[in-house]
């Protein structure tokens, strides 16, 4: 027989409607969100996995000073692999960005064309995708890059740069100011001009079963057989390639916990909404069970709705997922990364972990709470005996207190589970709010920093002669007669000295300084580069007071990243030789978007073997402009300095803000359902206090206050918790990267939060103010038992 109890389900439905509203729309949308994220995320995966054999990826590369002869080439290639010739130039283009331009690529590390077509002859070039987009560069649009005008053919993802890395070592591509593109043989050939990098790929034969064995081993080949390597890094080290596979891997677990963390909340909501529905209608309940209703029944009754709507909630928001949430997620995948074009695929994962799982978690949630709320007799329920009081338990003196204050009190105690589930939500509202509201400040306070900080407006690299090997002069020294030692170091000083006077420089205030990269110890975090300085006593760009004769300053950065502080010792290792060096710590530099050590040039020398005189780089705050262009290796500015910030806010700038509004409507919903429950859970108190002659002003300090209490210390102490999990959250993230990026709240955001979060609660408080008002004085009368 059908159970009559259903009857009233539609009109349950129409008396909660806006209860039972809000919690779809929001489960719709998160999970429709998260649903098109993952699918988004799954579908590019997919595509960005298969661009490896798709597009003959290589397994690595590596950069020399000179060309690669014919029988280097033929030494290396007889170790099993295949070597390719991927030389490149760089260039500026329209003076604000540098583009490194490639020759076409047939046989490794393909092209895939996403817009136009390639370029066929002299005067034309196709660019990164993302880099047009960022600089607003378009098919058929004439570009100037260096002293030429080209006209750009089409929009290519090279795959090999998915993100675009100028440097391994960078903490952050920069699809702003950097780009790649490809040109013709013929027009490669017509940059006389411009410096050749001397790159050169690398696919192994077989199919390797340890990478990091075979790179090493590949390694020492290239090591005995080639000299002037300037670079070598194996493609699973290769940022420009995995960065984006990493980064996409990692969001689908942060977003399927976003979800959970969700469905949670909405479910003990749910939950603790229903429980109170049931304690309204104790009398009611108690009386069918007296006439033979059993307690599964009345689960039933209760948990049909919540699950109904779950389950068109689920539904809807699969199908906003597929649909509308799909395409925007792709495109911030699109706005990050220059990924080649993909095809969207149905994923099963993505439907179990949206779908299944939250809907076992609402009823199972529901279930518990529920299934709790009704094993009471049905006699409690008729009398309304359904809050269970401890033995024992002491009564919570309150006369000390004025009337209203007690009265408030007594309200958060009594709806205290409801206050609680409030507190969880509105901590993880303001988790959400502050991390889209600060990462912007984070971001301009880091960028703020770095130039309010710049050891100079220019940093020059030099292409000086390698360092004079002291080790190997001081055992010819030894052999030499005693009568010919001084004319052989007199002249070993001339040779030296002759060397590197067309290396200096006559600018202005500039600064020689000595220049090595060392990498971390693996075991550290991962492998990265550290710069090392040998300054001058005194610099006048590196304001240490007193080089140590041994012994390294180190950046605040690299103390803050590895929790390291004078008197430590710090472990280095050279990039391809088996090689470490252990430095003391002899104190910290504040050099934000820095992570360096710093020693005097005699200590450098020292260290390194290299000649009195030894310089590589220079500082300068002024252009140099008396050099070749040749002798300058790089020259890092401004630009360079602040491209983390740059790109994260070009990246992620869209989802800073999506997060921002979703906490906010969060908060909103959690506020309104909960206060909803309460003035609901409090409606015959309320009617009573009516009839006693309480005016609306008066029970708003009852019961609207209490919440407002609640609502003002669960903000405040949100504020102090999410910062920690913030700070903690940023220092677990960022040691899986290069660089240091250092966590910042600024003060507006703590106002700006607060005067959002106010706003929210009022607005809510204005929409139950007419609730209270609306509840009738016969309210009390009706259930007088």
Wanted: aromatic share 12%; net charge neutral.
């Amino acid at each position: 027989m059908k159970n009559p109890l259903f009857k009233r389900l539609p009109y349950i439905l129409k008396d909660e409607i806006a209860k039972y509203l809000i919690i779809f729309l929001f489960m719709a949308g998160s999970i429709g969100l998260i649903s098109g994220f993952l699918v988004a995320d799954g579908s590019m995966i997919k595509a960005y996995n298969d661009s490896f054999d798709k597009y003959n990826i290589e397994d690595g590369h590596f950069r020399l000073n000179d060309s690669l002869s014919k029988e280097n080439k033929k030494a290396l290639e007889k170790e099993g692999v295949t070597i390719y010739d991927l030389n490149y130039i760089e260039e500026e283009v329209e003076s604000t960005s540098t583009i490194r331009l490639f020759k076409p690529r047939n046989k490794v590390n393909q092209v895939c064309i996403m817009e136009g077509k390639l370029p066929q002859s002299k005067n034309e070039i196709a660019i990164d995708r993302m880099y047009a987009d960022n600089n607003n560069y378009q098919v058929g649009q004439t570009i100037k890059v260096g002293k030429k005008k080209l006209k750009i053919t089409g929009l290519v993802a090279l795959s090999d740069y998915s993100a675009l890395f100028s440097k391994n070592s960078d903490l952050m591509f920069d699809s702003v100011k950097f780009g790649v593109g490809i040109i013709s043989k013929e027009e490669f050939k017509s940059f006389k001009d411009a410096k050749i990098y001397y790159n050169y790929a690398w696919t192994y034969n077989e199919v390797v079963d340890n990478e990091v064995n075979a790179s090493n081993d590949f390694l020492n080949v290239l090591v005995r057989n080639v000299s002037g390597i300037d670079d070598y890094i194996p493609q699973y080290a290769n940022q420009a390639i995995h960065f984006t596979g990493d980064d996409m891997g990692g969001d689908e677990a942060m977003m399927t916990v976003l979800l959970y963390i969700i469905i949670g909340i909405l479910a003990f909501v749910f939950a603790i909404t229903t429980k109170n529905t049931i304690e309204s209608e104790a009398p009611m309940i108690g009386t069918l069970r007296a006439m033979g209703y059993t307690k599964k029944e009345m689960l039933i009754q209760y948990m049909t709705l919540p699950i109904l709507v779950s389950l068109v909630a689920c539904i809807v928001g699969n199908i906003l997922g597929y649909t509308y949430f799909k395409d925007v997620m792709a495109g911030m995948y699109y706005g990050s990364y220059s990924l080649p074009t993909y095809v969207t695929i149905w994923s099963g994962d993505a439907f179990i972990k949206t779908t299944i799982i939250p809907f076992i978690m609402m009823v199972l949630i529901n279930y518990g709470i529920l299934m709790k709320s009704l094993k009471l007799s049905p006699l409690k329920f008729m009398k309304r005996d359904i809050k269970k009081v401890k033995k024992n338990k002491k009564t919570l003196v309150l006369h000390r207190l004025g009337f209203f204050s007690q009265f408030r009190l007594s309200v958060i105690l009594n709806n205290l589970s409801g206050y609680i589930t409030l507190f969880v939500g509105v901590l993880f509202a303001i988790i959400l709010l502050m991390f889209g509201m600060d990462m912007h400040p984070v971001l301009d306070h880091y960028q703020d920093i770095v130039v309010n900080n710049m050891t100079a407006k220019y940093q020059y690299i030099l292409n000086t002669p390698e360092s004079v090997d002291t080790t190997a002069i001081e055992q010819v020294f030894q052999t030499i007669p005693q009568e010919f030692r001084d004319s052989f170091l007199s002249l070993i000083d001339d040779q030296y000295d002759e060397m590197y006077d067309n290396y200096k420089t006559k600018t202005k205030g500039a600064e020689a300084f000595s220049l090595y990269s060392l990498k971390t110890l693996p075991e550290s975090t991962i492998e990265e580069d550290i710069s090392l300085y040998g300054l001058q006593n005194n610099s006048q760009y590196i304001h240490i007071k007193s080089l140590p004769k041994k012994g390294v300053y180190i950046s605040k950065d690299v103390a803050d990243k590895y929790n390291l502080k004078k008197g430590d010792r710090i472990s280095l290792k050279e990039s391809y030789k088996d090689l470490r060096y252990t430095f003391e710590i002899k104190g910290i530099y504040d050099a934000p978007g820095s992570m360096a050590l710093y020693m005097s040039k005699s200590y450098f020398n020292e260290v390194f073997n290299c000649q009195d005189g030894y310089f590589n780089g220079y500082f300068s705050n002024k252009k140099i402009t008396d050099l070749k262009d040749d002798y300058i290796a790089s020259t890092i500015t401004q630009d360079d300095l602040t491209k983390v910030s740059r790109q994260l806010n070009v990246s992620m700038g869209e989802m800073f803000y999506l997060v921002e509004g979703f906490a906010i409507v969060m908060f909103i919903m959690l506020i309104y359902l909960l206060t909803k429950m309460i003035i609901e859970n409090n409606k015959v108190s309320i009617s009573m206090v009516k009839i006693l002659g309480y005016t609306s002003k008066e029970i708003q300090k009852m019961y609207v206050h209490a919440t407002t209490i609640v609502i003002l210390i669960s903000t405040l102490l949100s504020f102090g918790i999410t910062t920690w999990i913030l700070s903690y959250a940023f220092k677990i993230v960022f040691e899986e990267y290069a660089g240091w990026l250092p966590f910042y709240v600024e003060g507006s955001v703590y106002i700006k939060m607060f005067i959002m979060t106010i706003i929210s609660y009022l607005f809510v408080m204005m929409i139950q103010m007419r609730k209270i008002k609306k509840i009738p004085m016969d309210e009390a009368l009706k259930n007088v038992e």
